[in-house]
């Protein structure tokens, strides 16, 4: 007697993969990526190394897997290598004579795996030379295509393998350099991109390419859900479809006072999709075949697919770990989640992880109920996604309510430390309606008990949620209402964090000079601080006077050298004064420290300004590149970009470049757009 057939009714897994990444055997059921695929496939061909990059669980193995390597083996004239792996490191260095490193060991092994035998001591170049040549009818060599999966293991070692780290980027890059046909995929998360970019020169002589993976567009993720239909007896009624997508888009904030906040997300989590899509599937009775909007309700519920996930993930965790279900349900439950409805986080510690070994984290993590982010060189852990929070309180409840346990109290009424620390969790997230709901209870809280510092500290959060949520009026008015207060008060400290939180809000609007104003009063009352002196130095810069922002950079690194802000800011105006050691040497010392993301762009592409300026046209190629594939439609990147084509002889370019810097949306600076209108001057009417 024969079972149902994969995609049958019948088939509890259904045409849908549940909550792992697809096989290249499955790629009939890979739905929603076909665009990126060829993105991918055409920039491997074309670019000697290229880098697939995206958040944890975005899917960048499955459409690996599923959608780039079945585009690969279909194609003509390549030669494709299995997919390379380094995972499963030993903690020390291979017992070989000599010495052997162990990333490079792990690699070959992948890449051999097809019965192919290597030498413990033979290098990648070695292994790839060795292979057997494959030639087209015309003698021409097959493009040699390799791909590394899950990167970032390379960079999750301890530091005491930082050597073996960099002869294993030494011996990619030799391969690279003598295997002219091998071209280079790699594949990695966000968080550790800015660990690979410090190897890109070390690792290729060429500019790496960047495709970056984000989450399945609305258009996309109704092809992901619809697509795997195709071939069964099963189908979507007109309409029901798109009823799901929105479903799997909306997320629903419940805060501490019990009131809620739906959001609707743009993009649609693939990992979301294929947990709700699995479990519809597998709780449809037997003979529907076409999927209305009363199935949907009764068996598409994204709270109940959430919960049969995470039920299962624990259950999984307990057999591995041998904690027991009561003791993982209450460390995910009190750890990852805030009384105030939030994500929380938990740092990952040499053996630990909020109390509990770290296998307990790995084992949830593999099964993505947590994911986990590098930041402040620490791994920090959280719920893989906001949708789960509801799921796994309801499901703990469950759990409790049947084994007896006793049900935690209830919350005690909303205080206003409570509430601020709510509003600054909302904004943590994104959650702005919440965020100003709680500021706004706090404020008020605080106003009738007379409490005037607390309540100008709310003012403070309310204004900095209007400014994060883009409001920039209202971020003015909450600042100036807390200045008045604080000025009351007395309170030096206070006032000057808020002008200058004030010279922010007026920065962003494009106001520099009243940005300056406030700026200045900062330094005035406190002259040692260094943020203020930061705020200043581009206020001032932004504003049209470079000589004064160096100066005033200057100041704020005498009383911190090691400023990475600081030293980006002072880098960037001596790039641009045409300083080129002196702005080369700041700003290597800026990417040495804790330079923030969001001012990478910036800095990187001044570098590409400095290093052309010194002849170093290679490696400002490969920062400028850089700076391109952080952000493709930075104006301040094509200005300067005009400005390195100009310092080559390149006219033409300088012009195309320096008028596409006009054109960026946010406009530039003023100070930017009087050198781009001055370079389009310069050049002659044939070049413009």
């Given at each position: 007697?024969?079972?149902?057939?994969?995609?049958?009714?019948?088939?509890?897994?259904?045409?849908?993969?549940?909550?792992?990444?697809?096989?290249?055997?499955?790629?009939?059921?890979?739905?929603?990526?076909?665009?990126?695929?060829?993105?991918?496939?055409?920039?491997?061909?074309?670019?000697?190394?290229?880098?697939?990059?995206?958040?944890?669980?975005?899917?960048?193995?499955?459409?690996?897997?599923?959608?780039?390597?079945?585009?690969?083996?279909?194609?003509?004239?390549?030669?494709?290598?299995?997919?390379?792996?380094?995972?499963?490191?030993?903690?020390?260095?291979?017992?070989?004579?000599?010495?052997?490193?162990?990333?490079?060991?792990?690699?070959?092994?992948?890449?051999?795996?097809?019965?192919?035998?290597?030498?413990?001591?033979?290098?990648?170049?070695?292994?790839?030379?060795?292979?057997?040549?494959?030639?087209?009818?015309?003698?021409?060599?097959?493009?040699?295509?390799?791909?590394?999966?899950?990167?970032?293991?390379?960079?999750?070692?301890?530091?005491?393998?930082?050597?073996?780290?960099?002869?294993?980027?030494?011996?990619?890059?030799?391969?690279l350099r003598q295997v002219p046909a091998l071209k280079l995929?790699?594949?990695?998360?966000?968080?550790?991109?800015?660990?690979?970019?410090?190897?890109?020169?070390?690792?290729?002589?060429?500019?790496?390419?960047?495709?970056?993976?984000?989450?399945?567009?609305?258009?996309?993720?109704?092809?992901?859900?619809?697509?795997?239909?195709?071939?069964?007896?099963?189908?979507?009624?007109?309409?029901?479809?798109?009823?799901?997508?929105?479903?799997?888009?909306?997320?629903?904030?419940?805060?501490?006072?019990?009131?809620?906040?739906?959001?609707?997300?743009?993009?649609?989590?693939?990992?979301?999709?294929?947990?709700?899509?699995?479990?519809?599937?597998?709780?449809?009775?037997?003979?529907?075949?076409?999927?209305?909007?009363?199935?949907?309700?009764?068996?598409?519920?994204?709270?109940?697919?959430?919960?049969?996930?995470?039920?299962?993930?624990?259950?999984?965790?307990?057999?591995?770990?041998?904690?027991?279900?009561?003791?993982?349900?209450?460390?995910?439950?009190?750890?990852?989640?805030?009384?105030?409805?939030?994500?929380?986080?938990?740092?990952?510690?040499?053996?630990?992880?909020?109390?509990?070994?770290?296998?307990?984290?790995?084992?949830?993590?593999?099964?993505?109920?947590?994911?986990?982010?590098?930041?402040?060189?620490?791994?920090?852990?959280?719920?893989?996604?906001?949708?789960?929070?509801?799921?796994?309180?309801?499901?703990?409840?469950?759990?409790?309510?049947?084994?007896?346990?006793?049900?935690?109290?209830?919350?005690?009424?909303?205080?206003?430390?409570?509430?601020?620390?709510?509003?600054?969790?909302?904004?943590?997230?994104?959650?702005?309606?919440?965020?100003?709901?709680?500021?706004?209870?706090?404020?008020?809280?605080?106003?009738?008990?007379?409490?005037?510092?607390?309540?100008?500290?709310?003012?403070?959060?309310?204004?900095?949620?209007?400014?994060?949520?883009?409001?920039?009026?209202?971020?003015?008015?909450?600042?100036?209402?807390?200045?008045?207060?604080?000025?009351?008060?007395?309170?030096?400290?206070?006032?000057?964090?808020?002008?200058?939180?004030?010279?922010?809000?007026?920065?962003?609007?494009?106001?520099?000079?009243?940005?300056?104003?406030?700026?200045?009063?900062?330094?005035?009352?406190?002259?040692?601080?260094?943020?203020?002196?930061?705020?200043?130095?581009?206020?001032?810069?932004?504003?049209?006077?470079?000589?004064?922002?160096?100066?005033?950079?200057?100041?704020?690194?005498?009383?911190?050298?090691?400023?990475?802000?600081?030293?980006?800011?002072?880098?960037?105006?001596?790039?641009?004064?045409?300083?080129?050691?002196?702005?080369?040497?700041?700003?290597?010392?800026?990417?040495?420290?804790?330079?923030?993301?969001?001012?990478?762009?910036?800095?990187?592409?001044?570098?590409?300004?400095?290093?052309?300026?010194?002849?170093?046209?290679?490696?400002?190629?490969?920062?400028?590149?850089?700076?391109?594939?952080?952000?493709?439609?930075?104006?301040?990147?094509?200005?300067?970009?005009?400005?390195?084509?100009a310092l080559r002889g390149d006219r033409v370019l300088a012009?195309?470049?320096?008028?596409?810097?006009?054109?960026?949306?946010?406009?530039?600076?003023?100070?930017?757009?009087?050198?781009?209108?001055?370079?389009?001057?310069?050049?002659?009417?044939?070049?413009?």
């Open positions: 007697m024969t079972g149902p057939t994969p995609g049958s009714p019948g088939d509890s897994h259904g045409p849908y993969i549940g909550p792992r990444p697809f096989r290249q055997s499955e790629a009939n059921r890979f739905f929603g990526r076909r665009l990126e695929a060829r993105d991918v496939m055409s920039l491997w061909l074309g670019d000697q190394v290229t880098v697939l990059h995206g958040a944890s669980a975005v899917g960048k193995t499955s459409l690996l897997q599923a959608g780039v390597l079945p585009l690969a083996s279909r194609r003509a004239g390549v030669d494709l290598l299995p997919v390379g792996s380094l995972n499963h490191q030993p903690a020390r260095p291979l017992a070989i004579q000599p010495p052997r490193n162990s990333f490079s060991h792990a690699l070959l092994g992948t890449w051999a795996q097809l019965g192919q035998l290597h030498a413990p001591d033979i290098s990648i170049a070695e292994f790839l030379a060795s292979r057997a040549r494959q030639v087209s009818r015309t003698g021409d060599p097959h493009y040699l295509l390799a791909v590394i999966d899950q990167f970032e293991m390379l960079f999750k070692t301890f530091p005491a393998r930082q050597a073996e780290r960099d002869g294993f980027i030494d011996e990619l890059g030799t391969a995929l790699l594949v990695i998360s966000d968080d550790r991109l800015g660990a690979l970019g410090a190897y890109s020169g070390q690792l290729s002589d060429h500019a790496l390419s960047y495709v970056r993976l984000d989450r399945l567009s609305r258009d996309g993720a109704l092809d992901a859900v619809a697509g795997p239909l195709t071939g069964t007896e099963r189908r979507f009624d007109a309409g029901v479809g798109e009823e799901l997508i929105d479903r799997l888009r909306t997320v629903v904030y419940t805060d501490l006072a019990g009131e809620s906040a739906t959001i609707i997300e743009d993009r649609v989590e693939p990992l979301l999709l294929q947990i709700v899509c699995a479990e519809l599937w597998s709780s449809l009775p037997g003979g529907v075949q076409i999927i209305n909007s009363r199935d949907l309700r009764a068996f598409g519920g994204t709270d109940q697919a959430l919960t049969h996930f995470y039920d299962s993930a624990i259950q999984a965790a307990r057999l591995e770990t041998g904690h027991s279900e009561e003791q993982l349900r209450a460390w995910v439950e009190t750890t990852f989640i805030t009384e105030h409805g939030t994500r929380g986080t938990a740092c990952r510690g040499i053996l630990m992880t909020a109390g509990m070994p770290n296998e307990v984290a790995d084992a949830l993590e593999q099964r993505h109920v947590l994911t986990a982010e590098y930041r402040a060189r620490s791994i920090w852990l959280q719920l893989g996604q906001d949708a789960m929070i509801a799921p796994i309180r309801a499901a703990n409840r469950a759990w409790r309510a049947t084994h007896g346990r006793s049900v935690p109290q209830l919350p005690a009424p909303a205080t206003p430390v409570a509430l601020s620390a709510a509003a600054e969790a909302a904004l943590a997230e994104g959650n702005f309606p919440s965020a100003h709901r709680f500021a706004r209870a706090a404020a008020a809280n605080y106003r009738q008990a007379g409490d005037s510092r607390r309540m100008a500290y709310a003012l403070v959060l309310e204004g900095d949620i209007a400014r994060s949520e883009g409001d920039l009026n209202a971020a003015q008015q909450n600042l100036q209402a807390a200045l008045s207060e604080f000025a009351i008060l007395e309170d030096r400290n206070s006032t000057v964090r808020t002008l200058s939180a004030l010279a922010n809000v007026y920065f962003l609007d494009g106001d520099y000079q009243t940005a300056a104003d406030f700026d200045r009063q900062a330094v005035e009352r406190l002259p040692t601080d260094v943020q203020a002196l930061i705020g200043l130095g581009y206020a001032l810069w932004y504003g049209g006077s470079t000589a004064d922002a160096d100066a005033t950079f200057t100041q704020a690194l005498s009383w911190d050298g090691s400023s990475a802000s600081a030293l980006a800011g002072r880098g960037q105006v001596r790039a641009e004064m045409r300083e080129h050691a002196a702005a080369l040497a700041d700003l290597d010392s800026a990417f040495a420290g804790e330079l923030p993301p969001a001012e990478q762009i910036d800095a990187r592409s001044a570098r590409a300004l400095a290093l052309a300026g010194l002849s170093r046209d290679e490696e400002a190629d490969r920062d400028l590149a850089m700076a391109r594939a952080l952000d493709p439609g930075a104006g301040r990147t094509q200005r300067r970009a005009a400005r390195i084509a012009a195309d470049q320096a008028r596409r810097a006009l054109q960026a949306s946010p406009p530039l600076p003023p100070w930017d757009e009087a050198d781009a209108r001055h370079l389009l001057e310069t050049l002659t009417p044939e070049d413009v």
